[in-house]
């Protein structure tokens, strides 16, 4: 983890930042939630734990900053509420997510499914990809388990009555 402060101390003094307490603390909160997708709130109550003072504006502000600097990516997965991720260092795309609709599950794809679309879109518009996202949305397999789990309980209470 400590490679990792070091490389984004070094992206923020690159671009006249400092690294402040506050910053590395919400770094920190990020680094050890990678997996979550974590909302600005979120953040904010985690870093709480390791900084009392630190305030939700300044959690704000530090997420942008890591976001206009492209240290993370700032999603919204359609329920209004944006949420972070670190980019991958050595990824050339953002990787893909599948969202259930039922639990709020987010799971990452991190194979690159459209390396042929974005062949065709650029040779066909002339158009430029920077980067590009996609969002499925579904229901996950445990929220599909239970469904049909439910559906079988019925249909023995039909049964059995």
């Known amino acids: 983890m400590e490679e990792r402060i070091d490389r984004i101390k070094q992206q923020l003094y690159s671009h006249n930042y400092k690294l402040t307490p506050q910053r590395e603390a919400t770094v920190r909160v ?41 240290i993370i990516h700032k999603i919204n997965f359609g329920d209004g509420v944006a949420r972070y991720e670190f980019r991958a ?12 609709i039922r639990c709020g599950k987010v799971d990452e794809i991190i194979e690159d499914l459209l390396e042929d679309v974005e062949k065709k879109v650029q040779k066909e518009f002339r158009f430029e990809i920077l980067d590009h996202r996609l969002t499925f949305h579904g229901i996950c397999q445990d929220c599909s388990s239970e469904k049909s789990q439910s559906s079988q309980q019925a249909v023995r209470k039909v049964t059995i009555e």
């Open 89 to 100: 260092e050595d990824a050339a795309h953002h990787h893909h997510h599948l969202v259930c």
């Open 30 to 70: 990020l680094l050890e939630n990678e997996e979550d997708h974590l909302s600005a709130e979120d953040v904010y109550m985690l870093v709480k734990d390791k900084a009392p003072e630190i305030g939700l504006a300044t959690v704000y502000r530090t997420l942008e900053l890591l976001s206009e600097l492209k």
